[in-house]
C-alpha cells in the first residue's frame, strides 16, 4: 500500500511537472482546434443558406471576386500554425449583411445589362427649322403672284383728237386756255356705240357738270375706267355687271368744257382711283386708231 501512495505521488508530481512546463502549449492547442471546429460548423452553415438562396433568387454573381477572402483564409493559416491545415480555407463565411449587398449590387448589374436605350423618336428631337410665317406657303424668294392684268378693248371706233397729258399742259379750244387733260378723246359721229372696255361692273352714273353724261365701270386689280360725253345714261343702272364689248351709252355732246370739240368719246382711266394714261392698257402708241 505505501509503494501504490508512493507510486501515486510520484505519478502526481510528473504530471505536475509535465503541465508545468508543457501545459501552456497544449492549452493553446486545444483553444484553435476549439476555435477551427467552430469555424468550420459556422462556415458550412452560412455557405449552405448562401447557396440556397442563390438558387431560390437565380442570382448569378458574375462579378463577385473572392481572392481577398481566400487571401485572408491564407492569414488565417499562418496563424494556426505551419504543422496545421486551416479548415477555413475550404469555405467563406458570409453575414447576412454581405450576402444583401452582393444581392443588390448583383440585381443592379443584371438590370444596367438589360436595358436598352430606346432611340430617339423624330418627334422629341429639337427642331433647327425655322417656323414659317402665317400664311406664306411659298418658298422664299418668290414673290406672290400679281392678279392677271386686264385687258382693255377699245371702247368705240377712232381717232385720239385730244391726248391724254396730266404731266403737260394743253391748249383747250372750248375755255380757251392751257390745262391739263385727265384722260383721252376718240372721235366718233354722235350715236356712235360705246361698249364696256372690260369686265366689271356699273360703280357710278352721274352728270358731271365739266364732261356731262358720265357712267363709270369697276374692274379687277384696283382700276376703273371712265366714259363722258355720252349722249345719255339711261342704257345701265348702278351695279348692273357688264361683259367686255356690253353697250353701256352712245356718244354724244353733252360736255361742256369740250362744247368746241367735233363728237368724241372722253375716256380716262383709273388706278386706285387716280388718273393714268388710257394708251397703255389699250396698248397702243399712235394717235390713229
Known amino acids: 500500500m505505501k509503494n501504490q501512495f508512493s507510486s501515486g505521488k510520484f505519478s502526481g508530481k510528473k504530471v505536475l511537472e509535465f503541465l508545468d512546463k508543457k501545459g501552456f502549449y ?16 459556422v462556415a458550412t452553415r452560412n455557405v449552405t443558406s448562401t447557396n440556397e438562396d442563390f438558387e431560390n433568387e437565380n442570382i448569378i454573381l458574375e ?16 496563424i494556426l500554425g505551419e504543422g496545421e491545415e486551416a479548415s477555413i480555407g475550404t469555405a467563406v463565411s458570409i453575414s447576412e449583411e454581405e450576402l444583401q449587398v452582393l444581392q443588390e449590387e448583383a440585381g443592379q448589374s443584371g438590370e444596367n445589362a438589360a436595358a436598352v436605350k430606346e432611340p430617339e423618336k423624330d418627334e422629341d428631337k429639337p427642331s433647327n427649322e425655322k417656323p414659317k410665317p402665317q400664311g406664306q406657303d411659298k418658298p422664299e424668294g418668290k414673290q406672290a403672284e400679281a392678279p392677271a392684268p386686264v385687258n382693255f378693248a377699245m371702247p368705240v371706233a377712232g381717232e385720239i383728237t385730244f391726248d391724254y397729258a396730266m404731266d403737260r399742259l394743253v391748249y ?91 363728237p368724241h368719246l372722253h375716256f380716262e382711266v383709273l388706278k386706285d382711283n387716280t388718273p393714268v394714261d388710257p394708251k397703255e392698257y389699250l396698248g397702243i402708241n399712235s394717235n390713229k386708231l
Open 63 to 78: 462579378d463577385f471576386d473572392d481572392s481577398e477572402l481566400l487571401a485572408e483564409d491564407e492569414d488565417a493559416a499562418e
Open 172 to 262: 383747250s379750244k372750248t375755255l380757251e386756255d392751257w390745262r391739263t387733260h385727265s384722260g383721252i378723246d376718240i372721235a366718233a359721229p354722235r350715236g356712235t356705240v360705246v361698249v364696256a372696255a372690260a369686265d366689271g361692273f356699273v360703280s357710278e352714273i352721274k352728270n358731271d357738270p365739266r364732261f356731262g353724261a358720265t357712267v363709270i365701270l369697276k374692274h379687277d386689280n384696283g382700276l376703273s375706267t371712265v366714259y363722258s360725253n355720252l349722249a345719255s345714261t339711261d342704257v345701265v343702272t348702278p351695279n348692273q355687271k357688264v361683259k367686255q364689248g356690253d353697250v353701256i351709252g352712245a356718244v354724244g355732246n353733252t360736255a361742256l368744257f369740250e362744247s368746241a370739240e367735233q
Open 26 to 41: 497544449i492549452v493553446l492547442v486545444l483553444c484553435i482546434v476549439i476555435v477551427g471546429a467552430t469555424a468550420v460548423f
